[in-house]
């Protein structure tokens, strides 16, 4: 990805479709118009997957508790997703068993969840060795000791995957581009072009230096999820159904002070469910599920936010006894649902939606995670429908197409290469779960970091593993500042800062050496990173 080239691109060249929005929704849309022949330009006002798709549960999973709301039709599609997506990425999408305690006195109870569960698989054609089985008693305890026996009457395992929402987004933008889509971050949509009342482009900003130019395109999508109103506004086409934002806060913590044996799913007293999933040195907590009114660009966790989960845990593990003080990172996003009247947050529905405006503009919101794909293919049938069903396009083919990095048969051949890599990295003097984190983050482009640190080698080699991870930020995923790379093509600020906190200015001096920035440019990104180090484990009141 070519910023620079493709400015150009953008400037001069007309698109069939132009998509605002460098989010999971966005970067299906791309990829998937992209395979089928279109000529395709994506904007993103800020880093990609900055909002909402860096910000998840980060599970490809089939929304168990959606059966409870007998949306039959949204748990089959979501559920069969996930076995597709894994395919698409295995290193990426990895298997998560999950562990669902069930109570005499909360949640639906042990036989109606079997049938439940049961009901699950078969939706989501789970297959045998994967389906739900159910746990007695002393069997669910023995899973997770921790757990406070109280009211425990048994428990269910069931298959989940676990995944990276940034740097899933990230690869499926990498491959559209492959695929020929023109993208390009940091570049703000601030109105539209219209041609006898239809929309025909955007006029934008480019946030790196401020000047303007215009984006021409037969047909305009609008997948900025959380931004999705904003943008009707703008276009003066928010009528009807609007956007309803629910915020979602996950904490982090040290494994050793939550150390469950696998990812568990559990109830809270009151009717929330809660997962805590083990990731390396760390667990992490979530999600919350409360209405949002605040700003879209800044959304934080609060204190109460962060009291309610410590709380809801130290209930299921008696023997955490979390405090605030043991989070040691954390995150918020918002969901864009869609409004219903009289529905509570936790209520309302994950099904997406696609509004089309009297002036052509094509929003798409609501939906999940799991099930970017499906939705990308409604948007762009609908575009074809509209505007080039004369065309002989091929078929949608996102199913099949393997994202960078992903050119492995099995998980089992995740696991050798991860061994490999790991022998590799050793001879290095790199030691610890480096191999792991590098082939769940980038499978075989994991080589080119590899490579890369052995011709940049010094006495430091944490140090310089990190700066080998830098390098393939900017050189292969277009990451312009320290916090792309920091948040969304490392993970790094959520799941280890400790590393972070003791590299911080290496990976700012990296960046301003790779982009010639002053020593005021330079101070100010070192700023910048210092102060989301601090936030995300700052609660506001």
């Known amino acids: 990805m070519n910023r620079a080239a493709n400015i150009e691109t953008l400037r001069s060249e007309t698109f069939d479709i132009l998509i605002i929005g460098g989010g999971i929704t966005g970067a299906g849309i791309a990829l998937d118009a992209a395979a089928r022949g279109l000529k395709v330009a994506l904007l993103e006002k800020h880093d990609f997957a900055s909002g909402t ?62 049938v439940g569960l049961k009901i699950y698989d078969w939706l989501a054609g789970v297959k045998t060795e994967d389906q739900r089985r159910m746990l007695t008693r002393n069997q669910t305890l023995s ?26 987004t990230i690869e499926i933008l990498k491959l559209a581009s492959q695929k020929g889509a023109c993208i390009g971050n940091y570049l703000k949509a601030e109105g539209f072009l219209y041609t006898d009342t239809k929309i025909s482009g955007v006029s934008v900003v480019n946030l790196l230096d401020n000047t303007k130019f215009k984006v021409h395109a037969r047909v305009v999508v ?61 667990t992490y907590i979530g999600t919350t599920d409360t209405d949002y009114t605040g700003s879209i660009d800044e959304v934080t966790a609060t204190r109460a936010d962060a009291q309610y989960l410590v709380n809801a845990v130290n209930e299921t593990f008696p023997q955490a006894l979390l405090t605030l003080a043991d989070i040691e990172s954390s995150w918020a996003g918002l969901r864009p649902l869609i409004h219903e009247e009289g529905k509570s947050a936790s209520e309302l529905s994950r099904k997406d939606e696609i509004f089309e405006s009297p002036t052509g503009l094509i929003s798409i919101a609501g939906g999940k995670l799991t099930g970017y794909r499906k939705m990308a293919e409604r948007v762009v049938d609908k575009v074809i429908e509209i505007a080039f069903d004369h065309l002989d396009l091929l078929d949608c083919s996102t199913d099949k197409l393997t994202l960078p990095g992903g050119d492995f048969d099995t998980y089992a ?50 140090r310089d593993l990190l700066l080998a991870q830098a390098w393939f930020a900017i050189r292969y995923e277009a990451a312009l500042f320290p916090l792309d790379f920091i948040n969304r093509r490392s993970g790094l600020l959520f799941f280890d800062l400790p590393k972070i ?22 101070t100010d990104q070192l700023k910048l990173v210092l102060h989301a180090l601090k936030e995300v484990v700052s609660f506001t009141a």
């Open 53 to 114: 798709s860096s910000r998840s549960t980060k599970l490809i999973h089939g929304g168990l508790r959606y059966l409870k709301q007998l949306e039959f039709a949204l748990v089959k599609e979501v559920g069969s997703e996930r076995a597709i997506v894994h395919k698409l990425a295995p290193h990426l999408v990895v298997p998560e068993k999950m562990l669902l305690p069930l109570y005499e006195k909360r949640g639906l109870g042990y036989w109606l969840t079997s």
């Open 413 to 462: 051949q995740v696991k050798q290469f991860e061994v490999e890599l790991a022998a590799r990295l050793a001879n290095l003097g790199v030691r610890g779960n480096e191999a792991t984190n590098l082939v769940h983050l980038y499978g075989r482009q994991a080589t080119l970091i590899v490579e890369h640190l052995e011709r940049n080698l010094t006495q430091q080699p944490e």
């Open 222 to 282: 609008n997948a900025t999820g959380p931004w999705v109103d904003e943008l009707r506004v703008l276009n003066e086409s928010r009528k009807g159904k609007q956007l309803h934002l629910t915020k979602g806060v996950h904490l982090v913590v040290p494994f050793h002070r939550l150390p469950v044996r696998q990812a568990i799913y559990f109830d809270v007293p009151d009717g929330r469910m809660i997962f805590a999933i083990p990731r390396g040195r760390i």
């Open 143 to 168: 899973y997770e000791p921790a757990l406070k026996p109280d009211d425990v009457r048994g428990g269910a395992i069931y298959a989940e995957y676990r995944t990276d929402d940034a740097r899933l």
């Open 501 to 522: 906190n003791r590299w911080v200015e290496p990976v700012v001096d990296f960046f301003a050496n790779e982009f010639k920035w002053t020593e005021q440019q330079r």
